[in-house]
């Protein structure tokens, strides 16, 4: 079998680093995006295509973005898609890159259920076609020590969750990632429990940071990064960020989430990168960014402080880990 690379991008067309600060100098002088900004060359599928047409069209409306923190450059594309975390696929980093050309994305529809007044199964389309694309340059740690920069396009989760209304009992947000056993090599096996499930609290679900991520880079979502919409919060450890989503479901109870069940002493609710708390294998405190060398030192709350640390305000958070 040959080995599949997504999307099958020649190095030449992927936006290098210079390239991609020109653009965002270029978006700051408030000119619009031009065409040139997305990268051609992509395979896409039509209803890919056309989604990619409407958020050039929304970018141009120019949205909040955030700027790279000094010290802090982007990872490249290469990286950020080679060394993945998505056990659908198997547990080794390459494994994503391998196989995720089974995952279907299309069509994809997201069901919003629970403690919300207008609950739905929307398609993929419909959703995005209400929601203000914005690019956001966030870190994504993961538990094992390694952390990503990567300018994600997505919208927050909150003007989604909004749009269902939910109730005055929505107190927590589960996640819920798609089951296809037949596609997904990862689910034959009992990795974890099937499908992927993870869950926010209500306040952290409807931060402002917190997004849902459909692109990165200026293009479409890569399959291995959680294709065709996705979590990105970027004040946890990355796998709170879950992949694929086809189900959201406002609950009132804590609910369980796939790595709780799989091992509760080493995986918390709440997830915080508190770098003083050690994961029972190994330190917190420093990370290493994937495509430097050495390591550095792990901010509190993944470097989101600032605005996050108010959420957990009076929590122990030893014990809530
Ligand atoms: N459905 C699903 N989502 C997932 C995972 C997974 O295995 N399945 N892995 C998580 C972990 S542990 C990490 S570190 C991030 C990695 O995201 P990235 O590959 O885009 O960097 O995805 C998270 N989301
Ligand atoms: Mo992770």
Same mark, same amino acid.
Request: overall charge negative; aromatic content about 10%.
């Given at each position: 079998m ?8 020649p190095e030449?067309?992927v936006?290098?680093?210079? &390239?991609?600060? +020109?653009?965002?100098r270029f978006?700051k ?8 900004a ?5 395979? &896409?599928?039509p209803?890919?295509?056309a989604?990619?047409?409407g958020?050039?069209?929304?970018l141009e409306?120019s ?5 790279l923190?000094?010290? @802090?450059?982007l990872?490249?594309?290469?990286d950020?898609?080679t060394?993945?975390?998505?056990y659908?696929f198997?547990?080794?980093k390459?494994?994503? @890159? ?11 529809? *997201?069901t919003i259920? %629970?403690?919300v007044?207008?609950?739905g199964?929307f ?7 209400? +929601?203000?694309?914005e690019e956001?340059i966030?870190?994504?740690r ?5 952390s990503? *920069?990567?300018?994600w396009?997505?919208?927050p989760?909150a003007e989604?969750?909004k749009r269902?209304?939910p ?9 819920e ?5 037949d596609?997904?090599?990862g ?8 499908p ?14 917190? &997004?849902?991520?459909v692109?990165m880079?200026?293009e479409?979502m890569? =399959?291995?990064?959680?294709?065709p ?9 990355g796998f709170?960020s879950?992949k694929s ?5 406002? *609950?009132?109870?804590q ?6 069940? +799989? =091992?509760p002493d ?5 997830? =915080?990168?508190?770098?003083?708390v050690?994961?029972?294998r190994w330190?917190q405190?420093r ?6 060398? %050495?390591?550095? @030192?792990?901010?509190?709350f =993944?470097?989101?402080?600032d605005e ?7 929590m122990?958070?030893?014990?809530h880990?």
């Amino acid at each position: 079998m040959p080995r599949y690379r997504y999307p099958a991008i020649p190095e030449s067309e992927v936006t290098p680093r210079e &390239l991609f600060r +020109q653009r965002r100098r270029f978006l700051k002088s408030g000119a619009a995006l031009g065409a040139a900004a997305l990268a051609p060359g992509l395979l &896409l599928s039509p209803a890919a295509h056309a989604w990619r047409d409407g958020l050039e069209a929304r970018l141009e409306e120019s949205l909040p973005r955030r700027e790279l923190a000094d010290g @802090e450059t982007l990872t490249e594309f290469r990286d950020a898609t080679t060394y993945n975390n998505f056990y659908e696929f198997g547990t080794r980093k390459s494994d994503p @890159e391998v196989y995720a050309h089974r995952l279907v994305t299309d069509p994809w529809s *997201v069901t919003i259920e %629970g403690e919300v007044d207008k609950p739905g199964t929307f398609a993929l389309e419909d959703i995005l076609g209400h +929601q203000t694309l914005e690019e956001r340059i966030y870190r994504l740690r993961c538990v094992e020590g390694w952390s990503m *920069v990567i300018p994600w396009i997505g919208f927050p989760l909150a003007e989604l969750l909004k749009r269902h209304e939910p109730t005055s009992r929505a107190k927590y947000v589960v996640f819920e990632s798609i089951y296809d056993p037949d596609n997904l090599r990862g689910q034959r096996r009992s990795i974890i429990e099937w499908p992927y499930l993870e869950a926010l609290r209500i306040d952290e679900a409807m931060h402002p940071l917190t &997004l849902m991520a459909v692109g990165m880079y200026g293009e479409v979502m890569p =399959n291995q990064n959680g294709a065709p919409i996705r979590l990105v919060v970027p004040w946890k450890y990355g796998f709170k960020s879950i992949k694929s989503v086809v189900k959201i479901r406002l *609950v009132e109870e804590q609910p369980t989430t796939s790595w709780i069940d +799989q =091992n509760p002493d080493e995986y918390g609710f709440y997830a =915080n990168v508190n770098p003083e708390v050690d994961h029972p294998r190994w330190s917190q405190a420093r990370e290493r960014r994937i495509g430097e060398s %050495g390591r550095r @030192e792990t901010l509190m709350f =993944n470097g989101y402080a600032d605005e996050v640390a108010e959420l957990y305000a009076g929590m122990d958070l030893d014990r809530h880990f």
